[in-house]
């Protein structure tokens, strides 16, 4: 590590150190559950595994195998360790296979993920008919946060230690592998697996696995077919079991196989024939979707063993199109171009400061002239490389070239431009660049696809010939980068490199036919004024945008400026005079017009671009606090006195049985440790003593110690003893008291909203207190105590100061001193590296945060009587300040240091930091939290007791960012300032992306460059451009929505509109009406008054609990919601009739279902 | 009991309380069905006997026997079947040797002699005919979807069944329950809203009235634990028992289903005449076994089909569009006025001069929320083959004094699902049947597969006792006697899709039962 980074982190831990000391002194006061700070700090890795499994032992272990090996062989090295007793203490063989899976799982996941004890339920054994034990794992949901590779890998430990054990193997009866099958499809179908295995490859899989994959039901549906099994406890799907069977072992054969193969006492031999995928071979046009990354990587692997055998191409070389990202397409959520499809992104390679690490990049008056419908971080779902990724705007890549009303085709560079004129543009013919970085294809497995052909490309090569580059660029008269059309065709001519890209345009997206015609008309053209003048004919109007190529309309002719080069490309010299008689027999049998521009051209020219990659809008970016529904501003149960809106002083005026204010809640029992008092606070109210739950039998009302386990069973009866009862708590002496103590009055805040019930194991309620001083400073609470904002992540890896509102002093001050040339910062459009845990917060984040500090400092004054610790008056002052980053199914919190303000709605942070909490940027968000308020208000006493409880909580926090214990695919960025030639030449051969020398991040893992070194081969020059907010955040209503999307398709080119408003219809509005008309017809109903629901209408017709008003859950108005507009995108798109007679099955339905026979609206024509 | 033996009888006659004169045990034990023999016996005798006679002996016997015999003409040998306890309803008949069986000699016949229809001799008279049509909601929904609506269609529920159960038990409303002291008995009709198990295994079943809800208590070690089983959400059944002693709970000693009475005697028609009962056709799916189908209408037109008349279809004219997603890609014919079109084609392969009923199913295009009416003026302008009628689903039929209630059948996937298999299954779907029969109602639970759309009334009840039920849907032949009830499942006329084919569902394709109402008597015929 080189000093300065040392320097760093120890800033940060000094910074945390100081902050724990203030929070320990607090909590200390005992106004809180426990008496200490209850997220711990890990400083590794091993740290944070022991912490979150809670084994002892495991972190001394992890830290001494992991030098000697890999993860997933200390996976297994500390399975042996639990078979022979050296880690863990267990009782029982099903204890230490437990042990052992949970270690391998946390470990696999870096101590991150809530997986190990969340997704992993627990082991048993069962008896096999020969004597024998064998192993049942029961997984559940949340082992989905593992990852396939840990799923699959939990199989093999637990088989490992099982063998080691010398258990048995699980023998699947033929009605239990069935069972698999058919499970696995309907899950499939229900919740959607990444992987969905053919129904033999699930069987096979059943058949041979030595472990009985087992879980707990989830879901509503149920099997029909194998139902009843013995061995089997439900007949719901079991998502865990699915998730670890398909996309476990399934996807991740190749995976466990090398693991498999060094372990002698686990034989997975079949194996091999999952990975040779000759399971269920025969019924071939069942094919299954197959993962993202491997699916292509197929595809590219036969098409170019295809070109070997032909000596002779018969077209160009291109990846497969591929259409799965339009499945499911929403209403509102646009299609940018269909797969593969001329007019759709180009791609472009490159990484710019902000890109790699699942994102893309793209032109910001390509942002706006898709209606602003993409904004900085909306989600893209993508054809390629990856399934999705993060939008980021980078200007200095090509824009969209659009057609004007007036007929101009025109590209637009500058989103100025893109705003002025797009109430103008008549279709978008082209959406630009995309720029997707080397990186992005190694994580994906995805074979290089052909490179657009640009100035970093073009310069290589002309560097090459000889030409003398170095004079040209020193020359005041020569921009290389955009030459003139006499440059351009004089280098090209003069030496042996290709066209420059500027002139070079899409041949290959014209027919052969049109490229003939457009000679013709170029041949009968005329200058005029300078401009190349042509007949304005249908097709050659059509040829010249399919090429891309700029013109005007004026008068009764088309105008090309700058034509030169392409009159040239078409063989016609500047006299308009052809030098071709007709084109060779290879140039017409080319599927496109790229040979024989080729042939006819006085130079050589690289394809424009190559490769289209269609894409849909996914989800919106985000940035916005995180509220519970309704928002919470205390933990403190109210029941249904506090109304719907759970209001405190609301509740506080409850009449209970007399007594104002009184209401029953279910809250924990707990007696004083030293005087005896029976309360539900963790003080005893008349000493001040600690209190301790008390569990007691509902029935017998006698005393129970719970067990090790946590287990109390009454003696008497053998019921499960309790540690909470129904309690009449005084809300009105609550309320007043908690003003008091803080000092605050009732017209401090508007509302406060307490909950109305805890779902904690022990039910301890929050003081009431914070809660009124959140609601002062109008906060709300997430369920385990903390404030949280979310944030679309994206990554950075080196920034400006001015971008981020913050001066160049102020980045002095956190210390940064010298800019990515190594030159001293001076001004604040110096661009510097980011260090890993920095992070950059959206305007609304710091907002929230202001708003959190305060109530902290009012927190720490009015509620634990000590000094504020923040002090802030505006949001420069958050700057430097800590916070928690923290993602959903995860358990652990990263330390992270505010550096900066976008204005753009997403959470800009170093990809290592977004790696470290497991996110990549593919459109996935996570929050933040200000440090002090986390330290404060988090306990796990608040956490729901149920499957999932801990997840989404700190258990844990990291201090410090250790970049070989992150998600590795953040080491796949690439960290380098340009490819290189051999690079975009290897790109058109498709070739395999490990089969290409480029620096990525993981070279430097391990060594003392660790934390440095990113850097990016273009440019953008700010973070936020672009449009603020996705239009689909700023249109109203669904139908707006869908509209604009409907207008967007029919305005690009890429886009086929009929398509679009089938597949709106197909898996949008019908799922929709017919979800809706089945609800209706199997509802509940609820009391309007009282809110209880009844499963069926009361046949009393009211209210059974207090005679109010019930009424219907689901309503004709959300049922007919949008046959209306359904119906007329059907007719106005042009949909199938298949599509259009679904509507009208189901609008005959809806009107039989509420329209009188007997009562029949009279028609129009009734009345005239 | 297919081997009873007079000791059996005895038993048997013993465990109800009677002694019996031996001549009377020969009697029983040689009935064709000792069973329900001893069953009506002790149902004949007088409640004060103390020993059966041969006289009543004779009067239950005859009443068995004169159950009707079901006939198998394919293979031709007739066999009789025990219609209390039919044989797997495919097993034999779906062997895998079966498919090498020569045709009947009657098929063969018609085969031979196509277009010689007016030669088959077709003879029969228009004039006796009669058919007629209850309980069809076509026409008549006047239901807007308004919570209304649906109290009104489950208090008629109410009404109706309690109605049935009313006479049995001496029973008080819930609220007046409610206020009666502990420890006395009482009695409860009610529906029930919930049930589910105490703590110490015991079941608690919530039953409801317009004045309120009560809890009865099912004690988990008594015999009736066992009708617990059988129990479904929102059906209505009659309790009796002590209420416990603070009054708050029913300890429950007996339950009453609204059923069909023992006593039950099914009507028949006054000629020999016969009729179709088939069901779910699929035309439009690629699975349309168009050659058993056509083979099935040929066999119309021969002697031995002669004295069909009727042809009944009990839903799943066509295989529809938009019922399962992507259903598209196994379509045959995608547009569902075509696939309407089609069929009517194919029903005019079936002699001109039969009546032909219908009734839509869940892949018709009508709604799917039950009561189902017949089809739009659309629909039936296309199907004009034969001038069919059409109705409702259910829709009870009466045809020559037989009334026979045609019900699609959504609602035995649910029952087959809820109830333990050996008394509902796939394989026997006569048994669900029975339990729609017991309860009087062809879809009892609510909220769950079955849509309702709620009307002014309960179209759903059976308030008439069916001579014969009539279901298809799950696309397996079944049949059996129930009270003396004809309850019948239609297999279909669709080969076993994909979707059967993953979750393991082997369909009875190509049966039509045709059903002599004169007598009862079912006889199936395989294409």
New interface residues.
Partial sequence: MRPEDEHYFERLESGLDEALGVAETARGMGGDPTPEVEIPVAKDMADRVENILGIEGVADRVRELEGQMSREEAALELAEDFAEGRVGDYETQAGTIEGAVRTAVALLTEGVVAAPIEGIDRVELADNPDGTQFVRVFYAGPIRSAGGTAQALSVLVADYTRALLGLGAYEAREEEV?RY??EI?LYDSETGLQYSPK?EETKFIAENCPVMLDGEATGQE?????R?LERVGTNNPRGGMCLVLAEGIAQKAPKIERYTAELDEVDWPWLDDLIAGTIGEDEGHDEPAGSESAEPAGDGTDESEAEEVEDEPTGPVRPDAAGKYLRDLIAGRPVFGHPSRPGGFRLRYGRSRNNGFATAGVHPATMHLVDDFLATGTQLKTERPGKAAGVVPVDSIEGPTVRLANGEVRRIDDPEDALECRNGVEAILDLGEYLVNYGEFVENNHPLAPASYTYEWWIQEFEATGADVRALRDSPRVDLGEPSPSEAIEWATEYDAPLHPQYTYCWHDISVEAFESLAEAVVAGEYVEGMLALEPLPEVRETLEDLLVPHSQAGDALRIPNSAALVRSLGIDEGLERTWESLSTAAHEWPNAMKAAREVAPFSLRERAPTRIGGRMGRPEKSEKRELSPAVHTLFPIGEAGGSQRDVSEAADHDHEGTRGAVPVQVGRRECVDCDTRTYETRCPDCGSLTEPRYECPDCEIEVEPDESGRAECPRCE?EATPTEWRVVNIRDEYESALREVGERENAFDILKGVKGLTSELKTPEPMEKGVLRAKHGVSAFKDGTIRYDMTDLPVTSVKPAELDVSVEQFRELGYHEDMQGDPLRHDDQLVELRVQDVVLSDGAAEHLLKTADFVDDLLTQYYGLDPFYGFDDRDDLVGELVFGMAPHTSAAVVGRVIGFTSAAVGYAHPYFHASKRRNCDGDEDCVMLLMDGLLNFSKAYLPDKRGGRMDAPLVMSSRIDPSEIDDEAHNMDVVDSYPKEFYEATLEMADPGAVDIEIAEANVGTDEEYTGFRHTTETSNLALGPALSAYKTLGSMTDKMDAQLELARKLRAVDETDVAERIIEYHF?PDL?GN??A??????RCLDCGTKY???????EC?ECGGR???TVH?GSVKKYIGTATRVAEEYDCR??TK??L???E??LE????????KQSGIADFM | MPRSSSVRVVTALASHGYNAEREAVTLIAGASDPETAIERAVDAAPDDALTLTADHARTAIDATDRAPVFDESSPPETSTIDPDNPSVSTGTRDSPDEAETPSPVETKGSTDGIGAETAAGRSNDPERRSLAVTGDITGRSTGTGTYEDFVRTFRDRYEQLSGMLRSRVNHRPTDAVDAMAGGSDAAIVGMISDIRSTANGHWLVELEDTTGTFPCLIMKDRDLASVVDELLLDEVVAVEGTLAGDGGILFVDDLHFPDVPRNHRPSTADRHVRAALISDVHVGSQEFARDRWSAFADWLHTEAAAEIEYLLIAGDMVEGVGVYPNQDEELDIVDIYDQYERFSEYLKEVPGDMEVLMIPGNHDAVRLAEPQPGFTEELRSIMTAHDARISGNPSMVTVEGVKILMYHGVSLDEVIAELPEAKASYEEPHKPMYQLLKKRHVAPQYGGHIRISPEERDYLVMDEIPDVFHTGHVHKLGYGKYHDVLALNSGCWQEQTSFQRSVNIDPDVGYAPVVDLDTLDLTIQKF
């Fill in positions: 069935e099958a058919e499809d129904d149920e099997v029909s077919g194998f009843d019921g019908l017919i008309l089945r209706f017809s199997r509802q509940k109903t499963r069926r209408m009361p046949l009393s017709g059974r019930v009424n219907l004709e009739d298949y007679q679904r009208e099955v189901l005959m339905t039989s279902v509420f329209e009188n026979d007997k009562n």
